[in-house]
């Protein structure tokens, strides 16, 4: 089992940055791909960027060149950093884990990113 920590979410007006951080424990591996998702009111639960055991990333459009995701393995714990934010970027923000053996999904519990004036 993966248990993930999630922390760095709040409020920051437009153009503003954060860094996200999320601590993961118990059988997590270096293989494990890492990433981040979001779901603002209404809609569905949506990429916003992942990072694989090798350092390889990928990221949803319209964070690109905005956000950036990072790793550090010795911590288990995966970041984004997001600047330029924007109105749009409020969501709540889940971290996610995916055995690489078992492709199964762990989730962390949701930090709230609002931007807003």
């Known amino acids: 089992q993966v248990q993930l920590v999630e922390s760095g979410g709040g409020l920051v007006q437009p153009g503003g940055s954060l860094r996200l951080s999320c601590a993961a424990s118990?059988?997590?591996?270096?293989?494990?791909?890492m990433g981040w998702y979001r779901q603002a009111p209404g809609k569905q639960r949506e990429l916003v960027a992942t990072i694989t055991g090798g350092g390889a990333t990928n990221a949803a459009n319209s964070v690109k060149g905005r956000f950036t995701i990072s790793r550090d393995n010795a911590k288990n714990t995966v970041y984004l950093q997001m600047n330029s934010l924007e109105p749009g970027d409020t969501a709540v923000y889940y971290c996610n884990v995916r055995k690489w053996l078992a492709r199964t999904d762990f989730w962390g519990q949701g930090t709230q990113v609002t931007v807003s004036s």
């Open positions: 118990g059988t997590i591996s270096n293989r494990d791909d």
